[in-house]
């Protein structure tokens, strides 16, 4: 096959039976540089094949100073050489010579695009775990200081991805030069620079020694905070949790409460919600006692905010928080401070704010146990199902199962129906899909008395809605509650109505009773399918809509593998050979297809 | 488009009736469309200005300035400037009805004695003027309503407290207008933090308000020359968060319309700033999503660019190519209405740098399928000047072109284009009618011939993946992973 590639190469190689100098680099670059971005990108997505080709040593020395030189380019295939080359480290000759990746890295780190930029970073610091502690220093962390002077911004913000992949494995010199270029980029005049360092502040953090981290971070973290500009301020709060974890208990009242006291109540709505969004996190780093004094203080702020989104965002960690409670108040802090404010919530102007506390509310039953649930939580619970936006009782209805262990489902049972009722007739198709798909756990938790009762003339009503999803999504209802409650019942109470939809004079309906009978015939077994669906698609291969008759050909498929062999032969091959002639041509095909599937030819 | 949009405005009355509307069953037409759209609950009004206050707020009356003497006004002119530092609660449309009345009043009281007055302006009023407009413009903006606003479809959400901003904007510009007006003062007062927080009001999504800030800055810049560099940079910033950070800034337009004419008045020859400004901001904006709000703008300032220094034409052009849309035809006819309004001001010298790049550009747009893109770049041979520069150059260009021109002017579906097609192939036939009759000749030896370049590129990768594969094999001790 090695003679065959001298005809490719447009320059005859002589004796490249080996594999180094099979291909000239001329071939190869001129693919790279192909003018078509798509051709280009497809060859930059090969890179490694291209290096295979080419061997180490040349991929060293010719390829790389070529990606290097020709880094202006589409983005795109920018982004895929930053990817390719943090995979590159076997393909230069393994970790020996891993460096050599950096000087295209470099460039690719400076570009203006961000992704491209974020992909160089990654592969930077995916391969800087293949240099050696004397590479690192050597190679690798001056690298990271130029970046870190960059005149331009994105090198700069670059550079801040870096700093802690380097910092543990370099020699205390210069571990003192980092520290000094990460203060630098937090004071940096771009407020860019400054968010990419507020973003890599915690992750800085870890690396240090605890000592640097009370001297250096708590001081970066406290100027960062205070920014000028929100957007910086509120990644200081993310940077909270990593820095709060890492100081022993003794020393947050001194280094970090104040800040985050102080981000709580800043005066930007942004950086009180992100406050609010890493509460969790926030109150495991600070610990019991710091939370009962401050922290539950601060979530009744943010609980009772003025801007909805911090409401919301506050809503969405109420369950979290009260679970997270020290066991010991964990009760009369939830009973005294946090259900006030959470029955203010229930009714709150926005509906964000309701439907995010009604997808965690009924967490809060397992905590407060069955008699505070019915005397303070259920009156919520049943405010919230009648709530008039739709989100708000679907988050209730589908978070059912935490109550139902508490108190069982028949304490909201009364209310329960008509919230339910009026979500499976809502106008938007999206609600009554999500309403559809809770019916299965509902019926579990309600049993089939309650659910023929009530619930069943729903789920029959689904099959004619006009939206063909929730056609689609009833059928599939219906396998699922066959499944729960058994043949038999679905032979008295479902399999009538869908055969009596076969004589629907909207042929939509009439493919329903189809896609009904494809759905549930496993699950009824073969009686029942035999006895009762068999005929009624066999009569509907008669009908006027091809779509219908189609359907009927896919059906006697798929429902085929039910039935016994006799039954194959003698009602379903002649009625499949039938279709089979039918004038229309997907009729043809769907019952050749399905006449080859049973094996009836 | 359309379709969409009449969704959006369906009356009340059609909704709540196809709401309640049981399924019709008889209906036989198996393809009755119902899906309806609530229509939108909007909050047209939001205001983060206010934090609660539970008491109401009780302002002194204070006599009218033109009812007092005129050593008293100065005193006068103080005291109500510090009143007007009391703020509002828009949102509660009933509370303190009578002290929002008042304090309007007071407003327009002050904005009439800041035009006419003469002498008001002594060295104390400075930081009570900044002061009370600083009170009351410098907020944290309100979350947008919309999780995704998008400003061509969306209403905007108006700043509830409007009846008193407005006033206090107008009173502003009336202060920085007036003739007794002295920056070496005011500099004390209106400094680099004022500028900050004067530029983080630009993405209020009213647009009244960002009208205001146009000509606050305007003037700002036009009168303080040591804010100037400042005022540029931060600019700078602004628009690189919003292309690579966030997408999000709704003053763009506003702020490119300052620049527009802070680049008129940029002194020859261009520092190197301002270059690196066109090259590594101006250019990169026209990536952004939104970029039909403020194009009109953009363009301009770039053509403001071009028409200082045509050296820079090269880069502009290559720039604009780098960021050619790739599947927004909207942009495209955008990005090609830019190039014809850059071609119309350059020099044939400058064109001869960029013609082969250039026109590849334009021979795929001409070979577009939406038909809109591809009539967009014909509209180029319609146009003298660039039809002059075509014709000097048609050696380079017309081969560049004639191979997409060809094949689109049997293949294109619109029997529009395929009209003003024959017509651009008729003008090359006159311009250049041996090397058109080449090109006609070995058009379909030459696709061949890219058939063969073609098969080859596929047999090299086919050889360079057995290889790998091979290798990978012998590998198989993991040195390589493949």
């Not at chain 1, 039976?17 to 001329?26: E, F, H, K």
């Not at chain 1, 699922?480 to 019942?489: I, P, Q, R, T």
């Not at chain 1, 008669?542 to 359907?551: I, M």
């Not at chain 2, 047999?459 to 057995?466: H, N, Q, T």
């Amino acid at each position: 096959s090695a003679g065959s590639c001298h005809s490719v190469s447009s320059s005859g190689m002589a004796g490249a039976d080996g594999d180094d100098s099979l291909y000239p680099i001329a071939v190869l670059i001129d693919e790279l540089r192909n003018e078509d971005v798509q051709l280009r990108l497809n060859s930059i997505k090969k890179l490694s094949t291209i290096a295979l080709a080419l061997g180490v040593e040349r991929t060293r020395t010719e390829l790389l100073p070529f990606l290097t030189d020709t880094i202006y380019d589409e983005d795109e295939v920018l982004l895929a050489l930053a990817e390719q080359l943090g995979n590159f480290t076997m393909l230069v000759g393994g970790p020996e010579y891993v460096h050599c990746l950096l000087p295209p890295l470099e460039s690719l780190a400076t570009v203006e695009e961000t992704v491209v930029r974020d992909k160089a970073v990654e592969s930077l610091r995916k391969i800087s775990h293949e240099h050696s502690p004397v590479d690192l220093e050597v190679h690798f962390e001056p690298l990271v200081k130029r970046l870190a002077s960059g005149d331009w911004f994105t090198s700069r913000t670059s550079a801040c991805g870096l700093f802690s992949v380097c910092y543990p494995r370099v020699s205390s010199t210069v571990k003192a030069e980092i520290r000094q270029h990460f203060r630098n980029l937090c004071s940096d005049d771009t407020p860019m620079v400054r968010r990419a360092a507020a973003s890599k502040l915690g992750e800085f953090a870890k690396v240090l020694e605890l000592e640097y981290v009370k001297s250096d971070i708590i001081s970066l973290f406290t100027a960062l905070a205070s920014d000028e500009q929100d957007s910086v301020r509120l990644l200081a709060v993310e940077a909270c949790v990593s820095i709060a974890t890492l100081l022993p208990q003794e020393d947050l009242e001194t280094l970090v409460m104040p800040t985050l006291r102080q981000a709580a109540e800043d005066k930007s709505w942004r950086v009180r919600y992100m406050v609010a969004d890493k509460f969790s996190e926030l109150q495991k780093a600070v610990g019991p006692e710091i939370t009962k004094n401050d922290l539950v203080p601060a979530f009744q702020n943010l609980l009772k905010d003025c801007e909805a989104e911090v409401r919301a965002a506050a809503a969405n960690k109420v369950k979290e928080f009260c679970e997270n409670l020290p066991e010991d108040s964990r009760e009369t802090i939830i009973m005294t401070h946090i259900l006030p404010c959470v029955k203010e919530l229930v009714s709150d102007t926005n509906q964000h704010v309701k439907s995010a506390l009604a997808s965690v509310i009924m967490g809060l039953s397992t905590i407060l146990g069955k008699d505070n649930t019915i005397e303070h939580l259920l009156p919520l619970f049943l405010a919230q199902l009648k709530d008039e936006c739709p989100e708000v009782r679907l988050n209730i209805i589908s978070n059912l199962d935490c109550v139902n262990e508490v108190i069982g489902i028949r304490q909201l049972s009364q209310s329960l129906l008509p919230a339910i009722v009026e979500l499976a007739e809502d106008a938007k198709w999206r609600v009554r899909l999500a309403i559809i798909e809770y019916m299965p756990l509902l019926a579990g938790q309600l049993g089939v008395e309650f659910f023929d009762e009530k619930l069943n003339s729903l789920c029959m009503a689904w099959l004619v809605d006009h939206v063909y999803a929730i056609r689609e999504a009833a059928t599939c209802n219906l396998t699922k509650l066959v499944e729960k409650f058994g043949a038999e019942w679905a032979q008295n109470t479902i399999v009538p109505k869908v055969l009596g939809m076969a004589n629907d004079p909207n042929y939509l309906h009439r493919m329903t009773t189809l896609f009904c009978i494809n759905a549930l015939s496993e699950a009824c077994g073969q009686e029942i399918t035999t006895k009762h669906m068999l005929p009624v698609v066999l009569k509907m291969s008669n009908d006027q809509v091809a779509n219908v008759r189609f359907n009927v050909a896919k059906s006697l498929q798929k429902i085929g593998p039910v039935l016994d062999s006799n039954c194959l032969q003698t009602e379903v091959k002649p009625v499949l050979e039938k279709l089979a002639a039918d004038q229309d041509i997907d009729v043809k095909y769907f019952a050749q297809e399905a006449i080859s599937v049973l094996a009836l030819a | 488009m359309s379709a969409y949009s009449t969704e959006r405005i369906l009356p009340v009355q059609a909704m709540s009736s196809a709401a309640t509307a049981p399924p019709s069953v008889d209906k036989v037409d198996g393809f009755s469309r119902k899906s309806v759209r609530k229509a939108k609950q909007k909050r047209a009004q939001s205001s983060s200005q206010f934090r609660s206050q539970d008491k109401p707020i009780e302002l002194v009356q204070l006599p009218l300035l033109k009812d007092v003497s005129a050593q008293e006004q100065p005193e006068l002119f103080l005291k109500k400037l510090q009143q007007c530092c009391t703020l509002f609660d828009f949102m509660d449309t009933l509370s303190d009805l009578k002290m929002k009345e008042y304090k309007r009043s007071t407003l327009n009281e002050l904005v009439d004695y800041v035009t006419v007055s003469r002498g008001y302006l002594t060295e104390q009023t400075y930081p009570e003027v900044v002061k009370m407009v600083s009170c009351n413009i410098f907020r944290t903006l309100p979350p947008s309503d919309s999780n995704e606003f998008d400003p061509e479809e969306d209403e905007p959400t108006l700043e509830a407290s409007w009846p008193h901003l407005q006033l206090v904007y107008e009173f502003f510009i009336r202060f920085l207008e007036s003739q007794e007006f002295q920056p070496s003062i005011a500099k004390k007062y209106i400094d680099q933090k004022f500028v900050l927080q004067l530029l983080e009001l630009f993405d209020s999504e009213d647009p009244r308000e960002r009208d205001c800030l146009k000509t606050v800055l305007h003037r700002i810049y036009g009168k303080f020359l040591g804010l100037r560099a400042f005022i540029r940079k931060q600019i700078n910033n602004i628009f690189l968060g919003f292309v690579y950070e966030t997408e999000h800034f709704n003053g763009v337009a506003e702020l490119l319309e300052i620049l527009g004419s802070i680049i008129n008045g940029f002194a020859l020859p261009l520092k190197a700033e301002h270059k690196q400004f066109l090259v590594k901001v101006l250019l990169p904006l026209h990536s952004a999503r939104s970029l039909s709000l403020f194009h009109a703008q953009l363009a301009y300032c770039i053509v403001q660019f071009l028409e200082k220094d045509p050296t820079l034409t090269e880069p502009v052009i290559r720039g604009l190519l780098k960021f050619w849309p790739k599947t927004c035809s909207q942009k495209e006819v955008m990005f090609l209405g830019e190039l014809e309004e850059i071609l119309d001001v350059i020099e044939p010298t400058q064109f001869v740098k960029i013609q082969e790049p250039l026109f590849k550009q334009i021979s795929r747009c001409v070979s577009s399928p939406h038909f809109q893109v591809a009539e967009r770049a014909l509209y180029y041979w319609n146009n003298e000047y660039i039809m002059s520069l075509i014709e000097e150059n048609s050696s380079v260009i017309l081969p560049i072109m004639f191979a997409s021109l060809y094949r689109i002017s049997k293949e294109h579906w619109n029997p529009a284009i395929s009209a003003l097609i024959y017509n651009v192939l008729k003008a090359f036939m006159e311009m250049n009618s041996a090397l058109f009759d080449d090109l006609a000749a070995t058009y379909k030896s030459d696709r061949q011939r890219e058939k063969k370049k073609e098969k080859e590129r596929e047999d090299l990768w086919r050889k360079l993946e057995e290889l790998e594969l091979r290798r990978g094999i012998q590998n198989s001790d993991g040195i390589i992973p493949t």
